[in-house]
């Protein structure tokens, strides 16, 4: 049970379909009842025959430093053992000390260019012994390597915002805390999984992630639970309630760092330029940051509001009521809405109506909780079933789904020909390969309905 449970515990950090943790909550040993079993059987059965997908079961991870780790031992002399199976490969703190520790003989630092090294009197004065050309080799190392540990430093940071923005505060959860509660961490690894499903290329809204399962998981927890684990993927008002007052404050203070934080890598990397009437992405623009980074804004804001509900505080929105913030679109998605006879998210009208919200949460602008209402009800947007000012309305609960296999977020029957167009760039919206160019796309494996106008721009 104890291996099941760590398991379900990794798969916090990664991306299982919620199928898997199905099959994992099935063989933890936790009593259900036939009917709660059953459910549970249905979904671990959806799977493929074969068990196969060619989707990733993980989140993007950057590459660490192990290369340039190794050229270190290599130029400086420094014994590889002591940092064989220590992780600072991938660690930019421990990278930081090590480079301090073999630049402070050469006179360098962070910061400091290649111009600024030591001529040979200098050297000689400071007792280095090695070659101009050893010197200077040794140098150009030590500012490559300080851009990949903060290169490494900013992928970890956009790597946490994104995980942050899907599943919450899961990565506070440890693996001692998830072993000590099996029935609240078949809740909370099912509802990340859940949380985790990639989106499918559609018109209609996202699925809500509390489906049948995950509420019967969710229903079977009582007093005695660890609510505080389950209030760092579900904080709703009635979950955070159920906290002790300091836990409440805690979670209070992690959401409003944690947006915070958010907002000051928004201003960024915004562009001023942008329509924010449309929030349609032009060339040059970071969109992928962009919208990694917003969706974290969002969840945080989204978890802030619910504690201030839980709390009886959100009097406080009548000082400062920072606003969402809207993705970045992509043209063709843009089009096929308008070409359906939808338009953007209501939510983008506000929005562009607000002053932005890390000149909100700086002091910078004004932004009460009136004013917001007052804009949603110019563009006839529910202020509060849409989480405008306060907690957003939670959603039906949902029947469970198999997960499709998707490739950007088309949805295919087979995993094989999916890997196969994936490869070949099939629906990305660019040019493919030439050696594919006149690849069929059989309609028997195609299930969900095609983006026709990337089609038609070259997709295939």
Same mark, same amino acid.
């Given at each position: 049970m104890s291996n099941v449970l760590d398991q379900m515990h990794d798969s916090l950090d990664s991306r299982l379909r919620p199928e898997d943790i199905a099959a994992l909550i099935l063989d933890s040993g936790e009593d259900f009842t036939p009917g709660?079993?059953?459910?549970?059987? +249905?979904?671990? =059965?959806? +799977?493929?025959?074969?068990?196969?997908?060619?989707?990733?079961?993980?989140?993007?991870?950057?590459?660490?430093?192990?290369?340039?780790?190794?050229?270190?031992?290599?130029?400086?002399?420094?014994?590889?053992?002591?940092?064989?199976?220590?992780?600072? !490969?991938?660690?930019?703190? !421990?990278?930081?000390?090590? !480079?301090?520790?073999?630049? %402070?003989?050469?006179?360098?630092?962070?910061? /400091?260019?290649?111009?600024?090294? !030591? =001529?040979?009197?200098?050297?000689?004065?400071?007792?280095?012994?090695?070659?101009?050309? %050893?010197? =200077? +080799?040794?140098?150009?190392?030590? /500012?490559?390597?300080?851009?990949? /540990?903060?290169?490494?430093?900013t992928e970890l940071r956009k790597r946490e915002l994104m995980l942050a923005g899907r599943s919450g505060l899961a990565a506070d959860i440890t693996a001692d805390r998830f072993r000590r509660d099996p029935a609240a961490a078949c809740f909370v690894a099912y509802f990340v999984a859940r949380k985790n499903l990639r989106r499918e290329f559609s018109l209609s809204g996202k699925t809500n992630p509390m489906d049948e399962i995950a509420d019967m998981l969710l229903r079977r927890l009582g007093d005695g639970s660890d609510w505080w684990m389950v209030s760092r993927v579900h904080p709703t008002p009635d979950v955070v309630a159920r906290l002790s007052a300091t836990e409440q404050g805690e979670l209070l203070g992690r959401w409003s760092s944690l947006m915070r934080g958010a907002a000051d890598i928004l201003r960024q990397v915004w562009d001023p330029s942008t329509d924010r009437t449309t929030m349609i992405v032009r060339r040059g623009m970071d969109s992928s940051t962009w919208n990694t980074v917003a969706q974290a804004y969002n969840t945080a804001r989204a978890g802030w509001m619910n504690a201030l509900a839980a709390t009886g505080t959100l009097d406080l929105l009548g000082v400062a009521c920072p606003g969402k913030v809207m993705r970045l679109m992509a043209a063709d998605l843009a089009y096929w809405h308008r070409s359906s006879g939808s338009d953007v998210d209501p939510d983008t009208a506000v929005w562009a109506a607000l002053p932005l919200p890390w000149e909100v949460l700086s002091g910078e602008a004004s932004c009460t909780r009136d004013y917001v209402a007052e804009a949603c009800a110019r563009f006839e947007v529910d202020a509060e079933r849409r989480g405008w000012v306060g907690p957003r309305a939670t959603g039906k609960v949902t029947r469970f789904e198999a997960t499709p296999e998707l490739v950007h977020g088309v949805s295919i029957a087979d995993p094989v020909w999916a890997g196969l167009l994936r490869r070949a760039g099939v629906f990305s919206g660019k040019r493919i390969t030439s050696s594919y160019e006149d690849m069929p796309v059989p309609a028997d494996v195609v299930v969900s309905d095609l983006p026709t106008k990337t089609f038609q721009e070259g997709a295939l």
């Open positions: 709660q079993r059953r459910m549970l059987e +249905r979904a671990a =059965n959806s +799977r493929p025959r074969w068990w196969y997908s060619s989707m990733s079961s993980d989140f993007a991870r950057p590459v660490d430093a192990s290369r340039q780790l190794a050229t270190l031992v290599r130029l400086f002399d420094h014994d590889a053992q002591a940092y064989a199976g220590t992780g600072a !490969a991938g660690d930019p703190n !421990a990278l930081r000390v090590l !480079a301090h520790v073999a630049g %402070q003989p050469l006179g360098w630092a962070p910061g /400091i260019d290649f111009k600024s090294r !030591a =001529n040979r009197e200098a050297r000689a004065a400071v007792g280095v012994e090695l070659s101009k050309r %050893q010197y =200077n +080799r040794a140098w150009r190392f030590l /500012i490559r390597l300080d851009d990949k /540990i903060s290169r490494l430093d």
